[in-house]
């Protein structure tokens, strides 16, 4: 696997999204991608009790500890690499996560527009 090039949204080198939980595609903390990233893990999104009842609803349950793949589940207040669609999904949904731009691959604009991330941007 090929790592892309770890550039944000905003053009500039891809900060870290989150080492406790460990997240990303790599499982190296970043939002990195390349090739076989088919869901496009590039989205650093803070989870919320919203967000995760919806994740789970929609069939991707985030908050369920899978202690035999290493997974301690997510908690609101978390931050992790989100595949794009599904924050994008969310969105749609209104129920959309708050978004760390600094560390949100710019990949993620092939899935979401730059305004609807800035919209969800994390103060």
């Keep these: 696997m090929h790592m892309e090039a770890s550039k944000n949204v905003l053009d500039l080198p891809l900060e870290p999204c989150s080492t406790e939980p460990l997240t990303g595609f790599f499982r190296n903390g970043h939002c990195d991608t390349c090739e076989e990233d088919h869901g496009s893990h590039t989205v ?4 919320t009790a919203e967000f995760l009842a919806y994740s789970k609803y929609v069939g991707n349950d985030l908050s ?6 290493g997974f301690a589940g997510l908690k609101p207040g978390d931050h992790w690499c989100l595949c794009a669609s599904r924050f994008m999904q969310a969105h749609d949904e209104g129920c959309a996560p708050r978004v760390n731009l600094g560390a ?5 604009l092939d899935i979401v527009p730059l305004q609807v991330l800035a919209d969800c941007a994390a103060t």
Excluded at 44 to 47: D, K, N, S
Excluded at 64 to 69: Q, Y
Excluded at 104 to 108: E, L, Q, V
């Design 64 to 69: 369920t500890p899978r202690p035999e793949f």
């Design 44 to 47: 650093c999104a803070v989870m």
């Design 104 to 108: 949100t691959h710019k990949r993620a």
